[in-house]
């Protein structure tokens, strides 16, 4: 058994105990090298109506021999790519950062929707069309965007994002693994409350400046701290940089969500599959079906969806919330990704 497969198996009491065995694959060491050379990238997408839209994200390239492998990093409903950028701290490296100093190259999307890219009407905006413009992206990485084409592309999706990258993986067989950080076939106890808690992007007072579309919405003021966070393992600044930089999330993802949790899907994999959850996440554990006492618990109730040829991982962050990358340990996180990502 590998280094990578022993760690990712362990029980949260030992991964309690040091980040320092997590470094133990070469090439998932961060090092010290410059920052990455990163721009602004648009993608022409087509619709499944036919309409024309763009995506825009930034692409980040190590500025030394980097990997051929590019992480696609799609965010969950109500972000958009900050939440790739953001760090826990205002001291502590982002995700795209960590990343990026292990030489790997990333390409932080703004989903359909989201950020500074196209909002279609709302209904349009749906489960399949972020699966069919995810794949469109990744045809223009394999055959050169802004840059050399890159061989292999990992999707590394949280939450809804998760499932776009899973669903696109069985829908076209064109990525070498998906990373799915926030996601399980679960319900925690604040499940239900976040679809409730949901108000028009329109009234709220960070976005409705921008004008969002009718049927665009977001969480209402001061609740994702409830909703995606174990607050005693969160900077009090990560949180309040998370709601000035919310996004939004359409009527017609909303429709469509449970597509994104299929076990049909699930069951079609034939690529490596790295489940990540917070061992405080409300969203996904501690209801009737996912404790989330164990890496080895998650790993068990998920192969029972994920019945096909895929390598099945788990890991569980301790004490964090829904939103990992923004809890104070997600650099523990952070190296588990590019160890997982190494042994591809």
């Not at 965010?75 to 001291?91: F, H, K, Q």
């Not at 069309?129 to 292999?152: C, I, T, W, Y």
């Amino acid at each position: 058994m590998s280094m990578f497969r022993r760690l990712i198996i362990l029980p949260v009491a030992a991964a309690c105990a040091g980040a320092s065995l997590l470094a133990s694959p070469a090439s998932a060491q961060a090092t010290q090298a410059t920052p990455a050379l990163c721009h602004e990238v648009v993608v022409k997408v087509r619709l499944p109506s036919g309409a024309a839209a763009k995506l825009r994200g930034e692409l980040c390239r190590p500025d030394r021999t980097a990997s051929d492998v590019v992480e696609v990093l799609l965010a969950g409903l109500t972000y958009d790519r900050a939440y790739w950028e953001i760090g826990p701290d205002v001291t502590a490296p982002s995700y795209r950062k960590s990343m990026n100093a292990r030489g790997y190259s990333t390409l932080a999307l703004d989903r359909l929707g989201t950020g500074s890219s196209d909002r279609p009407e709302a209904s349009e905006v749906s489960f399949a069309a972020e699966v069919d413009s995810v794949h469109q992206v990744v045809e223009r990485l394999k055959a050169g965007l802004d840059g050399p084409a890159f061989k292999r592309v990992v999707l590394a999706g949280h939450s809804f994002g998760a499932g776009v990258a899973l669903g696109e993986s069985v829908a076209y067989h064109d990525v070498a693994g998906v990373l799915l950080s926030g996601y399980a076939h679960a319900a925690g106890p604040k499940l239900s409350d976040f679809g409730a808690g949901l108000v028009s992007a329109k009234t709220d007072p960070v976005l409705g400046r921008t004008n969002p579309p009718d049927g665009y919405l977001t969480t209402a003021i001061g609740r994702r701290a409830e909703f995606f966070y174990n607050v005693a393992n969160a900077a009090p600044a990560a949180i309040v940089q998370d709601e000035a930089f919310k996004s939004t999330m359409t009527t017609g993802e909303q429709a469509s969500i449970g597509s994104s949790y299929d076990p049909h899907l699930a069951a079609q994999v034939n690529v490596p599959v790295l489940i990540a959850l917070g061992q405080d996440d409300q969203l996904l554990c501690g209801g009737q079906w996912l404790k989330c006492s164990s890496a080895e618990e998650v790993q068990g109730y998920e192969r029972q969806f994920f019945t096909g040829s895929a390598r099945l991982d788990a890991y569980l962050l301790p004490g964090a919330g829904h939103a990992m990358n923004l809890h104070r340990n997600a650099s523990v996180w952070y190296a588990v990704a590019a160890a997982w990502t190494a042994s591809l």
